[in-house]
Every structure is written in structure tokens, then in C-alpha cells.
């Protein structure tokens, strides 16, 4: 989507801090960081949400809790303290980018329940 940011970043047409990148995932870090580690992993095709993924999605969707989030969960140093997924979704979610994109947090303790 053109007036997407995240469509923007994909495309590198506005900078980021990227920490992987593939044919169809880029991951990097969050402007806003709210842990030691905080990395966005945004598939490069344009989805809105986790709402919105279809039978198409199913490689895609594989690609990133399979592949993508493990392996940078190892670099990024908290597969083994552990780590968080977050993945807002819609107004009541708190989304506030509306292409799909996973949080991963990690390198402090969290809590729960979110706010
Ligand atoms: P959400 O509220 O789940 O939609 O998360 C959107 C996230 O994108 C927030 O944590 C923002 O800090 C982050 N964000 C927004 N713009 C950028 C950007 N240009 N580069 C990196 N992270 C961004
Ligand atoms: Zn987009």
C-alpha cells in the first residue's frame, strides 16, 4: 500500500534498523523500543492483520513463527532466558500500524496481565 510505513520500510524507502531480511520477511527495530530487545518481523506483502491472513498466508505465516522467529530469537540472544510475541491486532488490540507485524521482546523480565 503506498501511504503504508511499513510497505515503505519493506521497499527501503524509509530507513531502518534492519536486523534480517528475506524474499518475503524483514525484521527490524522497533523505533519505540519498550525492552532491551524489541524487533518488529513484518512480512514484505501487504496483510493488515492477523485477522485479515487468508489461505494464501499459510507459507508466509509457517516462514515466520518457523523460521524467522526462532532463529532471530538465537541472535538476538533470548531463546534461552525467553522471550515475547506480541502481536496487536485491530483498535481494541492496540494496533496501531495497520500492517501485520510481530513484536518480539525480550532481555528483561515481562509481566502480565498487558495493559
Ligand atoms: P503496534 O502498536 O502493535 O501497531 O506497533 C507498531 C510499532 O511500530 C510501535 O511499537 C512503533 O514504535 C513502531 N514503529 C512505528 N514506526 C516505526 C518506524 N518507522 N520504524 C520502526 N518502528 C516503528
Ligand atoms: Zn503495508
Known sequence: MSDCIFCKIAA???PAQKVFEDDSVIAF???SPK?????LIVPKKHV?????FT????????????????KLATELGVADG???L???TGDDGGQTVNHLHVHLLGGR???WPPG
Open 86 to 88: 506480541v502481536m496487536n
Open 29 to 31: 527495530k522497533d523505533l
Open 55 to 70: 489461505a494464501d498466508d499459510k507459507d508466509l505465516a509457517a516462514h515466520i513463527f518457523v523460521d524467522v522467529v526462532p
Open 35 to 39: 525492552a532491551p530487545v524489541h524487533v
Open 12 to 14: 527501503g524507502e524509509i
Open 82 to 84: 525467553g522471550f515475547r
Open 109 to 111: 523480565k515481562m509481566t
Open 48 to 52: 493488515q492483520s492477523v485477522a485479515h
